[in-house]
């Protein structure tokens, strides 16, 4: 019954563009995972969020990299058994999901406290807590020292990235820091599970990166509503999107089992691809709506 409600779902939601002003729907591109891009797998069900990073490395000598993301709250870190990467490009050709093309017709605590920290393969990750910006950057520049890294602490640019995630209040910094050999690395992605009301998807720490390049994501939601949340988002150049399919709790669970728990027997994926420039102002962000149920209450009732 769960899975007619949300085709019927989809098929309303559809319907709004491609009949109601006699426009259309075409298939655009294939989505392509051996190409390189920034990729993400995002699952949220209002509540909680579980982001899962693809980690692939393509240096020119051996080298130590330390990678920073924000986050709204603190962040359970975890490593799957198997590339969840390699199963989404099973569940793309099962579902036949491709990039389409839309056609219109018509018209005061301390500084920083270290959370943790732990191994996970060959990532060293390490989570802080941050209240105070130059506590952090004090932190970092004895971190930098420690692990051998060729460099003073962060740059300009980093300082107004991490004070533009401070003075909105996403306080949560993990560090993962990772040893690299020559030539490309592929790496387990790391599983990242922390609770939000936010869809959230760290934009603006790609500025860091000059140039252009290719963002994609492939979300996974209880609500065709919030998908259309994404594609409203403002960007230099628009999303890409894909169309949507119906996975099952066995497709969720070859991504990752914490996916398929999150979200139950069924959920909607699509994927959502962008191609341009790396200087991002805002993050993907925007709340998940809950809607309250309140019980009658018939003296409150009396008194207006």
């Known amino acids: 019954m769960k899975a007619i409600f949300f085709m019927i779902l989809l098929l309303a939601l559809f319907s709004t563009y491609a009949f109601s002003d006699m426009g259309a729907i075409v298939p655009d591109e294939n989505i392509d995972l051996t190409e390189p891009a920034q990729r993400a797998i995002i699952a949220h069900d209002g509540f909680e969020e579980i982001l899962i990073l693809s980690t692939d490395f393509d240096t020119s000598k051996s080298t ?49 406290e270290v959370i943790g920290e732990q191994i996970l393969g060959p990532h ?75 869809f959230y998807y760290p934009l603006v720490t790609s500025s860091l990166f000059p140039g252009e390049g290719t963002i994609e994501l492939f979300v996974i939601s209880k609500r065709g509503a919030q998908l259309e949340k994404l594609t409203r988002f403002p960007m230099p150049h628009p999303w890409k999107r894909s169309n949507t399919a119906v996975i099952t709790w066995e497709d ?10 999150l979200m139950g027997a069924h959920a909607i994926i699509e994927a959502f691809k962008y191609k341009g420039s790396f200087n991002i102002k805002n993050d993907i962000w925007f709340k998940i709506p809950i809607y309250e149920v309140k019980p009658y209450n018939p003296i409150k009732e009396k008194k207006r």
């Open 64 to 112: 130590k990299i330390v990678r920073f993301i924000p986050f709204p709250s603190e962040a359970k870190i975890s490593q799957p058994d198997t590339n969840p990467f390699s199963s989404l490009k099973n569940i793309i050709e099962k579902y036949g999901l491709v990039y389409l093309k839309f056609y219109k017709g018509g018209t005061e605590e301390e500084g920083i």
């Open 124 to 198: 060293k990750i390490i989570q802080v807590k941050v209240s105070d910006f130059f506590s952090f950057s004090d932190w970092v520049r004895k971190l930098f020292k420690e692990e051998g890294i060729d460099k003073e602490g962060f740059t300009q640019k980093e300082e107004e990235i991490v004070t533009y995630y401070l003075q909105r209040g996403i306080n949560y910094f993990v560090f993962d820091i990772i040893d690299l050999g020559d030539g490309i690395n592929p790496i387990l992605p790391l599983v990242y599970r922390f609770k939000t009301r936010y």
């Open 252 to 261: 969720m669970t070859t991504l990752s089992p914490e996916i398929a728990h």
